[in-house]
């Protein structure tokens, strides 16, 4: 049995039971620093918890993966958790939980083409999210005008030489719009990081282990090609019910075919564009760097993670027998996600590749609830689906009480058919990317179609993209327009400039069926899954859906400005200590450079060297100052940036207006020194 429709369904589905657990050790304690190997913690932590363990692998510096006797949820699986983290060496342990690919299951998707066209295998509507806005189409992102911007070298910023890894189910390295690096494509060598299921070994091939999620015969390898990751009814029939709730359907259990859901995800960004076949990507001259770490229904946290740093160029020697990435990607894309809150050793690795400068862009998810994991990771950018006209697409997730979306992009909806197949209208709005018409394993490099014909015989599941998944994407390769303008910037100036250029959400004449859209709360039902569910069209606000709506054009101009950087030498004074102001990390956009810097203060005291990139002042007061930093670029763009430095006095001295010890001693020496100050003015 084939499915008719898209495989990934608008829930992911509950947790399912567990025997997989991930544990991190303390930087400080026996088990982290005297006990070498996995195995050892694993029979240390045994002995000391009285929980059966045994040892998969060590993820990455203090990062163990361990595995129970039996699987355990709900909770059973909590009261366990409770007992490995009252362990004093263990800073913490969690369920190696499953992330799922978030395509949306009842619209369609497609396109081969930037305009509208047909075929024998069907119609397409075009690329209308890559033009520029429009009365009909305002959440169009203008990508075409974002690609006439000047870079600074004699070109234009369209994402050239830039990388950006795909963490998703691997690519088509055969599809002739994405292609090979080796071969003047856009594919570079990347790695599988899907491990066999008993966790051992992942770098070996070794008999008498299964690979069920892998689905290609084997653990990690340098082969990020996607095997495809269908569900039969041998999968569904199987009585460790590996794949319950991997289906589709009401019941869940019914089998599907291929998604190819990498593939869409890579053409989204950097398919070869102006080559006369297929689509344009967002960051035309960008490079893909194909991680998978989702296989067949889903993908291990576990194995997300180590793809994560070694996607970034962060992982080391614990990843055994595997060479360092040669090519670091500044931008991470996750189209996946998971209910429940952001996992530390998400949240750990987020913090590790931010710290380096990388910046993970996400998928809010498909539930029409609160964000997904890792989408709830602090220092992502979750990116929420909007329609053309700039309202939430029903499905999206929004922010909720613990995390915020970061911005919003076109997620692809279909308003001119409804929700039961075949169609018998083209969805004029679908994300239009590459695909792979096998119905289970790779067959014909493809695209994905608006509507099929009746008698097209292939994978039916390439009719409609449509999802967050493919909004995330979008927003990834406007992302390495910006670091082709300024390749310095961090992460956290990236998504500032992001937010600063996104358009603002418009007020429908009519209200659409969901009104406003709220914040989501977070209360769970029985099996986990988040009730505060806002599946219809809404109206979106800064509060719920980001930013605004993404504008590539804007992004691209503002990052082409410098950007100014403070630095202080205290970010607390004395009346009277000398502060030190440092400028000198502020940068220019590629292929220019700061040609002045101007320091000014709040209220406005003298500074020593106030147009040098590094300048001092003398904390005059027992107020805070602000310091602002212009700085202007050898074209005349300009960039400021502020910093307030606080009074120690004040600082000690408590709230509500009473000056305490430190003040008045202070104000003592203030005013002993004024006095002073007055008796040698001379006459």
Same mark, same amino acid.
């Given at each position: 049995?084939?499915? =008719?429709? #898209?495989?990934?369904?608008?829930?992911?589905?509950?947790?399912?039971?567990?025997? *997989?657990?991930?544990?991190?050790?303390?930087?400080?304690?026996?088990?982290?620093?005297?006990?070498?190997?996995?195995?050892?913690?694993?029979?240390?932590?045994?002995?000391?918890?009285?929980?059966?363990?045994?040892?998969?692998?060590?993820?990455?510096?203090?990062?163990?993966?361990?595995?129970?006797?039996?699987?355990?949820?709900?909770?059973?699986?909590? @009261?366990?958790?409770?007992?490995?983290?009252?362990?004093?060496?263990?800073?913490?342990?969690?369920?190696?939980?499953?992330? $799922?690919?978030?395509?949306?299951?009842?619209?369609?998707?497609?396109?081969?083409?930037?305009?509208?066209?047909?075929?024998?295998?069907?119609?397409?509507?075009?690329?209308?999210?890559?033009?520029?806005?429009?009365?009909?189409?305002?959440?169009?992102?203008?990508?075409?005008?974002?690609? @006439?911007?000047?870079?600074?070298?004699? &070109?234009?910023?369209?994402?050239?030489?830039?990388?950006?890894?795909?963490?998703?189910?691997?690519?088509?390295?055969?599809?002739?719009?994405?292609?090979?690096?080796?071969?003047?494509?856009?594919?570079?060598?990347?790695?599988?990081?899907?491990?066999?299921?008993?966790?051992?070994?992942?770098?070996?091939?070794?008999?008498?282990?299964?690979?069920?999620?892998?689905?290609?015969?084997?653990?990690?390898?340098?082969?990020?090609?996607?095997?495809?990751?269908?569900?039969?009814?041998?999968?569904?029939?199987?009585?460790?019910?590996?794949?319950?709730?991997?289906?589709?359907?009401?019941?869940?259990?019914? /089998?599907?075919?291929?998604?190819?859901?990498?593939?869409? +995800?890579?053409?989204?960004?950097?398919?070869?564009?102006?080559?006369?076949?297929?689509?344009?990507?967002?960051?035309?001259?960008?490079?893909?760097?194909?991680?998978?770490?989702?296989?067949?229904?889903?993908?291990?946290?576990?194995?997300?993670?180590?793809?994560?740093?070694?996607?970034?160029?962060?992982?080391?020697?614990?990843?055994?027998?595997?060479?360092?990435?040669?090519?670091? #990607?500044?931008?991470?894309?996750?189209?996946?996600?998971?209910?429940?809150?952001?996992?530390?050793?998400?949240?750990?690795?987020?913090?590790?590749?931010? @710290?380096?400068?990388?910046? +993970?862009?996400?998928?809010?998810?498909?539930?029409?609830?609160?964000?997904?994991?890792?989408?709830?990771? =602090?220092?992502?950018?979750?990116?929420?689906?909007?329609?053309?006209?700039?309202?939430?697409?029903? $499905?999206?997730?929004?922010?909720?009480?613990?995390?915020?979306?970061?911005?919003?992009?076109?997620? &692809?909806?279909?308003?001119?058919?409804?929700?039961?197949?075949?169609?018998?209208?083209?969805?004029?709005?679908?994300?239009?990317?590459?695909?792979?018409?096998?119905?289970?394993?790779?067959?014909?490099?493809?695209?994905? $179609?608006?509507?099929?014909?009746?008698? $097209? %015989?292939?994978?039916?599941?390439?009719?409609?993209?449509?999802?967050?998944?493919?909004?995330? %994407?979008?927003?990834?390769?406007?992302?390495?327009?910006?670091? =082709?303008?300024?390749?310095?910037?961090?992460?956290?100036?990236?998504? #500032?400039?992001?937010?600063?250029?996104?358009?603002?959400?418009?007020?429908?004449?009519?209200?659409?069926?969901?009104?406003?859209?709220?914040?989501?709360?977070?209360? =769970?039902?029985?099996?986990?899954?988040?009730?505060?569910?806002?599946?219809?069209?809404?109206?979106?606000?800064?509060?719920?859906?980001?930013?605004?709506?993404?504008?590539?054009?804007?992004?691209?101009?503002?990052?082409?400005? /410098?950007?100014?950087?403070?630095?202080?030498?205290?970010?607390?004074?004395?009346?009277?200590?000398?502060?030190?102001?440092?400028?000198?990390?502020?940068?220019?956009?590629?292929?220019?450079?700061?040609?002045?810097?101007?320091?000014?203060?709040? %209220?406005?005291?003298?500074?020593?060297?106030?147009?040098?990139?590094?300048?001092?002042?003398?904390?005059?007061?027992?107020?805070?100052?602000?310091?602002?930093?212009?700085?202007?670029?050898?074209?005349?763009?300009?960039? *400021?940036?502020?910093?307030?430095?606080?009074?120690?006095?004040?600082?000690? &001295?408590?709230?509500?207006?009473?000056?305490?010890?430190?003040?008045?001693?202070?104000?003592?020496?203030?005013?002993?020194?004024?006095?002073?100050?007055?008796?040698?003015?001379?006459?």
């Amino acid at each position: 049995l084939r499915a =008719q429709a #898209a495989p990934w369904t608008a829930r992911a589905p509950a947790e399912p039971p567990s025997d *997989r657990i991930i544990v991190k050790w303390r930087e400080q304690g026996v088990a982290a620093m005297q006990i070498r190997g996995t195995a050892a913690r694993a029979a240390r932590l045994s002995a000391s918890t009285g929980v059966h363990l045994t040892a998969m692998r060590e993820i990455h510096d203090r990062l163990d993966l361990m595995r129970l006797a039996s699987p355990l949820a709900g909770a059973e699986m909590l @009261q366990l958790i409770s007992r490995l983290r009252a362990d004093p060496s263990v800073q913490y342990a969690e369920v190696d939980a499953r992330r $799922y690919a978030l395509a949306f299951p009842t619209d369609p998707p497609n396109d081969p083409r930037f305009i509208a066209g047909s075929d024998a295998n069907g119609e397409w509507q075009g690329q209308w999210y890559l033009k520029d806005p429009s009365s009909t189409t305002p959440a169009a992102i203008g990508a075409t005008t974002a690609w @006439q911007s000047p870079d600074g070298a004699g &070109g234009f910023t369209t994402g050239g030489g830039y990388v950006v890894a795909v963490l998703d189910t691997g690519v088509d390295y055969t599809h002739p719009d994405l292609g090979t690096y080796a071969t003047g494509g856009k594919l570079l060598p990347g790695f599988d990081f899907i491990c066999n299921d008993q966790g051992v070994n992942c770098s070996s091939n070794l008999t008498g282990h299964t690979y069920l999620v892998a689905n290609d015969g084997d653990g990690w390898d340098s082969d990020p090609t996607d095997p495809g990751d269908w569900i039969d009814a041998a999968d569904l029939a199987r009585s460790d019910q590996f794949f319950k709730g991997c289906g589709i359907g009401a019941n869940l259990d019914q /089998p599907v075919d291929s998604n190819w859901h990498g593939t869409r +995800v890579a053409g989204i960004i950097a398919a070869i564009t102006n080559n006369g076949i297929g689509i344009a990507g967002v960051a035309p001259d960008a490079f893909i760097l194909p991680v998978r770490v989702i296989g067949k229904c889903h993908g291990y946290l576990s194995d997300i993670v180590s793809g994560m740093y070694w996607a970034a160029g962060l992982a080391d020697s614990r990843l055994t027998g595997i060479a360092t990435n040669p090519y670091p #990607a500044p931008i991470l894309n996750l189209s996946f996600g998971g209910v429940g809150p952001c996992s530390q050793t998400e949240q750990d690795a987020v913090n590790a590749l931010n @710290q380096a400068g990388h910046l +993970v862009v996400v998928a809010a998810g498909n539930d029409g609830g609160p964000l997904s994991a890792p989408a709830n990771c =602090q220092g992502v950018l979750a990116v929420a689906g909007i329609r053309h006209v700039g309202t939430k697409v029903g $499905y999206s997730n929004v922010s909720s009480t613990a995390a915020a979306v970061g911005i919003a992009a076109p997620a &692809g909806n279909c308003v001119n058919i409804n929700a039961n197949y075949p169609w018998t209208l083209p969805c004029l709005y679908s994300i239009e990317t590459t695909s792979n018409d096998g119905l289970t394993i790779p067959g014909n490099p493809f695209y994905t $179609y608006a509507l099929f014909n009746a008698s $097209y %015989p292939g994978n039916v599941l390439n009719e409609g993209s449509v999802g967050t998944s493919f909004a995330a %994407p979008i927003v990834a390769g406007v992302a390495a327009l910006m670091v =082709q303008a300024n390749p310095h910037f961090t992460s956290a100036q990236l998504i #500032a400039r992001l937010q600063a250029a996104a358009t603002p959400f418009p007020v429908p004449a009519i209200a659409p069926p969901g009104g406003v859209c709220h914040v989501a709360a977070l209360t =769970q039902d029985s099996s986990n899954n988040y009730t505060d569910v806002q599946n219809a069209e809404c109206q979106c606000t800064t509060a719920t859906c980001g930013a605004g709506m993404l504008n590539a054009a804007a992004a691209v101009g503002l990052a082409l400005n /410098p950007q100014a950087s403070i630095v202080t030498s205290v970010d607390t004074a004395s009346v009277g200590e000398s502060i030190t102001l440092d400028g000198s990390t502020s940068t220019a956009a590629a292929n220019h450079v700061i040609s002045t810097y101007l320091w000014t203060s709040d %209220p406005a005291v003298g500074i020593a060297n106030a147009s040098s990139a590094i300048a001092t002042i003398v904390f005059p007061a027992l107020r805070p100052i602000t310091v602002t930093l212009t700085v202007t670029d050898d074209i005349g763009r300009q960039d *400021r940036a502020s910093k307030t430095i606080n009074s120690v006095a004040l600082k000690a &001295g408590g709230g509500g207006g009473t000056l305490g010890p430190v003040e008045l001693l202070a104000l003592a020496g203030a005013a002993a020194l004024a006095f002073l100050r007055r008796r040698a003015r001379p006459c």
